[in-house]
């Protein structure tokens, strides 16, 4: 199924991006291929790159109207507050990440927004990931994952073990990054999102 944008997508993908012009097609194709049964927005925040970033992604927004768009800084705001900028754009009632050196293999999105719809309590989800070098080549996984679920003892107890780029959450829950007033790493992220559960 293609993707497309309309006035309601379902899912918003928040690809974050600084001088990743050798990185940066793989992963928003990575999205946009995706085979998934929801309307998309692909929203690419390049943080004033100075390498061509965004001249590539001017080209992937021609072949994609209406679904890629990119929003480019006028000054440097650093990685959470590209982030945070995103994140109020996003329109989509689920929000997923993408650092745009990373990408998705088929089926991902799918599998995370069936998830999901099934577990309306869940305020995010995650995937185990590749570790592959600059030609491709798997390195190994990501991460031992141990268990299924997590909460916030959990975090607290193992540290920083969840993707980024693999998180699918719930948009009501993005106020508890847009309140963060200084810069900020993914733990700490997960860290809220687990809090706001309990």
């Given at each position: 199924m293609s993707v497309a944008l309309d006035d309601s997508p379902e899912i918003s993908v928040c690809v974050l991006t600084w001088n990743q012009a050798g990185y940066i097609r793989q992963a928003v194709e990575s999205v946009v291929s995706q085979a998934v049964d929801a309307k998309i927005?692909?929203?690419?925040?390049?943080?004033?790159?100075?390498d061509g970033t965004d001249e590539v992604?001017?080209?992937?927004?021609?072949?994609?109207?209406?679904?890629?768009?990119?929003v480019r800084h006028p000054r440097q705001?650093?990685?959470?507050?590209?982030?945070q900028k995103l994140l109020a754009l996003a329109r989509g009632p689920l929000i997923a990440?993408?650092?745009?050196?990373?990408y998705?293999?088929?089926?991902?999105?799918?599998?995370?927004?069936?998830?999901?719809?099934?577990?309306?309590?869940?305020?995010?989800?995650?995937?185990?990931?590749h570790v592959v070098d600059s030609q491709g080549k798997c390195l190994g996984l990501f991460n031992d994952v141990p268990s299924r679920f997590f909460d916030l003892p959990s975090l607290l107890v193992r540290g920083n073990f969840l993707n980024m780029s693999s998180m699918l959450f719930r948009a009501n829950?993005?106020?508890?990054?847009?309140?963060?007033?200084?810069?900020?790493?993914?733990?700490?992220?997960?860290?809220?999102?687990?809090?706001?559960?309990?």
């Open positions: 927005e692909v929203l690419v925040g390049d943080d004033c790159s100075t992604v001017r080209a992937i927004e021609l072949e994609f109207p209406g679904v890629v768009r990119l705001l650093g990685a959470s507050g590209n982030y990440h993408l650092d745009g050196d990373d998705w293999l088929p089926g991902k999105l799918q599998k995370q927004l069936d998830f999901m719809r099934a577990n309306p309590d869940c305020n995010a989800v995650y995937t185990n990931a829950q993005k106020i508890l990054l847009l309140e963060i007033s200084e810069a900020f790493i993914d733990y700490r992220a997960h860290l809220r999102f687990a809090r706001s559960a309990n």
